[in-house]
């Protein structure tokens, strides 16, 4: 107590010093992050290393302790994490292309292997990144057009992660997953001819679709043709020479003197006294 | 190396226990602040404390403090620190969890557990530290829009344009906290390879039309089991088709189709307008002949000669009539006089 507050400079600096060695010993491990305890730039230990299927908060994050200035520690993630690819062409074996676009999901599973092989995770990524590009176009490649546009079905992204995930294991990481986002044709001549081949698809479609249409009609009106003429024969059968009569009663009119106040053209009527109508006329 | 470790220690101002060698100030005045109430020695308390907190931090504070207590100024800090400390206290300490959300709690960066809705009580700041996330809010994530075109190939190799809504909650906030790096660009991510994945499983015209509502919860349903993979404490609540358009650039030919199917609409309605008319118009012959025919049946001769000169009546009062004796003048009548003469009988 004297001591202190006979040279306050000196204690504070001392104070200070401590504080500092305490602080630096502890590291406060979060959750989300696996460390790595290097002494000298060897490794000596891991903290909260990932675990398959243990609970979360059960282990591993927490307060860790280490030596101050001789051990230190580097951090890798310990979440799921992604890996994206660059567009990437692939060619099928009926010689058609499809530009794809996939991505993996990963998680580090030995953090040390991990920080001795990539150092961090972004240079994983980096590394992985054209190594997921050449196994999509290997294993695509080996397929024909129609089945590259649901892969799924056959299990060729089974077949990608595994081979990718031989890789992933050098550097301590597991894949688990990978999809493909896009599969698209590539712009120019492949997307313009699928384009073309739409439209004419359409037209054909429109075209027939308006045949139909006509046939259809064209059938109506057969049936209402046929309709009629049975109703005319049932009716007027019954008697074929009055009807005779009758109708040529109905066309003189129309004839002569129009339908529906449609008057008819001119008409100068010459007619002989000894035409039936003026037979009584003549008086004879 | 050291900064990294300070960070949850050293920020906070007053943060407690850890500044013994701070001179003239009081060494965490956080705890004391009961024993006040109990003692009126200020002095002898702040000793008991000074010792207490000696062996706590393995003699590291050397001591100081004892200036405190002398003039009116050093009670004022005292107090003013006091004063921050409870505050601090009663902010970190006391959680106030609202209906939707949950805290999740990390002591000293391990989790620990979660608090309910409610008032929650932690330790204070740098050891406990609580995050709350709302796990009844529905977040949206669009995919696509009307301005630009998103283009996927569909099952029959024809080309789509979809623009579509995912809604997603956090079901699990410790998982979602702590499983996945970047939640949101993963459940883009999903969704996109999900739909992909559907749409090249069904025909373009299903995909625009009928089987919208099919693929929709296929989705969903591949997208919930992906993320489950990832064990990302994600619940899809749905995802929603918002358009499925061919692409502008063969719009024009769906049109044609369209048009083609109101043009045979319409052909068939004219051919039915006509049925309907040409029967109609059947049976109304028929029954006026029938109608006529009953008469003249009764008295066949006599009706006959009525129709006839009743029908003649009708034509010839209407026209222009020559009579002509000699059948051999027909011959010579100039027909252009007779032309002639019709306007001006038609204009009296």
């Known amino acids: 107590m004297d001591a202190a507050r006979r040279h306050p400079v000196a204690s504070l600096l001392i104070g200070f010093l401590l504080l500092m060695m305490i602080f630096s010993s502890i590291s406060i491990v979060p959750e989300t992050r696996q460390g790595i305890i290097t002494r000298f730039g060897k490794p000596v230990r891991i903290i909260n290393r990932y675990k398959d299927g243990a609970e979360i908060g059960q282990v591993g994050a927490g307060i860790a302790f280490r030596i101050p200035f001789v051990e230190r520690v580097d951090w890798i993630d310990k979440r799921v994490r992604d890996i994206e690819m660059d567009k990437q062409q692939v060619l099928s074996t009926d010689q058609l292309r499809l530009e794809v676009d996939a991505f993996a999901r990963y998680r580090v599973v030995d953090p040390l292997r991990m920080y001795i092989r990539a150092r961090s995770t972004d240079q994983f990524e980096q590394t992985l990144a054209p190594i997921l590009g050449s196994q999509l176009r290997n294993e695509l490649g080996k397929r024909p057009f129609a089945s590259l546009l649901s892969p799924e079905r056959e299990g060729v992204m089974g077949n990608i992660r595994q081979g990718l995930d031989r890789v992933a294991r050098q550097y301590g990481a597991e894949i688990i997953d990978v999809r493909i986002k896009k599969a698209d044709l590539p712009d120019g001549t492949p997307l313009q001819s699928a384009f073309d081949r739409m439209r004419t698809a359409r037209q054909q479609e429109a075209r027939s679709i308006e045949a139909t249409g006509l046939k259809k009609a064209q059938i109506i009106r057969a049936e209402a043709d046929a309709e009629a003429a049975n109703t005319y024969a049932a009716a007027f059968g019954k008697d074929p020479e009055f009807y005779n009569f009758y109708r040529a009663m109905q066309s003189y009119e129309t004839t002569f003197l129009g339908v529906n106040g449609n008057k008819p053209a001119q008409t100068n009527i010459i007619l002989s006294p000894n035409d039936e109508y003026l037979k009584e006329f003549t008086g004879r | ?348």
Request: glycine content about 10%; proline content about 7%; cysteine-free.
């Open chain 2, 1 to 348: 190396m050291f900064s990294d470790n300070k960070g949850p220690w050293g920020s906070p101002p007053g943060s407690g226990g850890g500044d013994p060698p701070s001179g003239d100030e009081p060494a965490g005045p956080w705890g004391e602040t009961p024993k006040r109430r109990n003692r009126p020695d200020p002095v002898s308390s702040l000793d008991e404390f000074l010792q207490r907190s000696r062996g706590r931090f393995g003699g590291g504070g050397s001591g100081g403090g004892l200036g405190f207590g002398g003039g009116p100024s050093g009670s004022l800090i005292f107090w003013a620190v006091v004063a921050v400390a409870s505050l601090w206290l009663l902010v970190t300490v006391f959680h106030r969890i609202a209906p939707e959300e949950r805290g999740v709690v990390t002591r000293f960066g391990r989790y620990s557990h979660t608090l309910s809705p409610g008032v929650g009580l932690t330790l204070p700041a740098p050891i406990d530290r609580v995050q709350k996330l709302n796990v009844e809010e529905i977040r949206n994530i669009d995919i696509g829009s009307a301005a630009e075109e998103t283009l996927m190939l569909t099952g029959d190799q024809n080309i789509i344009d979809i623009a579509y809504q995912v809604r997603w909650l956090i079901r699990d906030p410790e998982q979602f906290l702590y499983e996945l790096a970047e939640p949101e660009e993963t459940i883009r991510q999903v969704a996109e390879s999900s739909m992909r994945q559907i749409v090249a499983q069904v025909t373009l015209q299903d995909a625009m039309g009928v089987k919208r509502g099919d693929i929709e919860s296929r989705v969903q349903e591949e997208m919930q089991q992906t993320l489950d993979g990832y064990q990302s404490g994600i619940a899809i609540q749905g995802v929603a088709i918002k358009q499925a358009d061919p692409p502008a650039a063969v719009n024009d030919a769906f049109k044609e189709v369209n048009a083609a199917q109101q043009k045979a609409q319409s052909y068939i309605n004219n051919a039915n307008a006509y049925a309907l008319q040409l029967r109609q118009k059947a049976q109304g012959d028929a029954t006026a002949f029938d109608k006529v025919y009953e008469q003249y049946k009764l008295a066949p001769g006599v009706t006959k000669r009525r129709m006839y000169y009743e029908t003649m009546e009708r034509i010839l009062q209407n026209v222009d009539k020559t009579i002509v004796e000699t059948p051999g003048v027909t011959t010579y009548l100039p027909l252009s006089e007779i032309r002639r003469s019709t306007p001006r009988t038609g204009g009296q």
